[in-house]
């Protein structure tokens, strides 16, 4: 195992940046749902580095139990947006305005 | 060597990462998603977690995309969206933060070495990686594994009430 640590590391800061900058810049709710998917991968990239460099398998469990709640929130995301488009017909998020002051 | 085959793992994560967020077309982002899914896995190999690139490959690569595109197919989206016109704000309080980040780095040594992490216990070879997950789950966290299951009782619920026909239209009649 010649690969420090610190690139797993880097990798995922790097990935879980880009995840942010998707979510904070796009208009389709489909494109940030997929960067949530992004920054979720960037965070179990985290997890299973170090679990495998600290010999503990913890890691590797809660990386078990972030895909669970990944899974929960694509069906219930995905179901949102089937519930806006069929009220709204667009899944732009410029022309959601209902819960804004 | 190994190394060598970190950097392709970390090229193509990054570049399918960015592509999710640059191109227009959702299918494009989804299809891209799924390449970096597979190099995902591929890391996870490398790090001798065969069972999470495993569950992996099968779960977001097969369940979480497939329903993706089935819904980017299903609504028919006619690419009129464009980026957010908050350019100006996001650009100066991303300089501010990078500064802040670069200074706090600075000051407390990060960039001078790398940390030493002590390499404490060893992987367990003898077992099997899925055999000693199983063992783990089962055991130690045997709650939050039921916890889990009933997560996705309640999305499943949710999913299926939220599509359901004049829930949202239901007021108005």
Known sequence: ?101 | METLIFFYFAGVILLTATLVVALRNPIYSALSLLVMFFHVAGLYVMLHAEFLAAIQIIVYAGAILVLYLFVVMLLNIKREERFSKQGGVALFLGIVLLAEAVILGISRGIFVGPAHVPPQGEQETSVGNTESIGEILYSTYLFPFEIASLILLVAMIGAVILTKKGILESKSP
């Open chain 1, 1 to 101: 195992m010649n690969v420090p640590v610190e690139f797993y590391l880097v990798l995922s800061g790097i990935v879980f940046l880009i995840g942010l900058v998707g979510v904070l810049v796009r208009r389709n709710i489909i494109i940030i749902l997929l960067s949530i998917e992004l920054m979720l991968n960037a965070t179990n990239i985290n997890f299973v580095a170090f679990s495998s460099y600290l010999g503990n398998l913890a890691g590797q469990v809660f990386v078990f139990f972030a895909l669970t709640v990944a899974a929960a929130e694509v069906a219930v995301g995905l179901a949102i947006i089937i519930a806006l488009y069929r009220h709204h017909e667009s899944i732009n998020v410029d022309d959601f305005s209902l819960l804004k002051w």
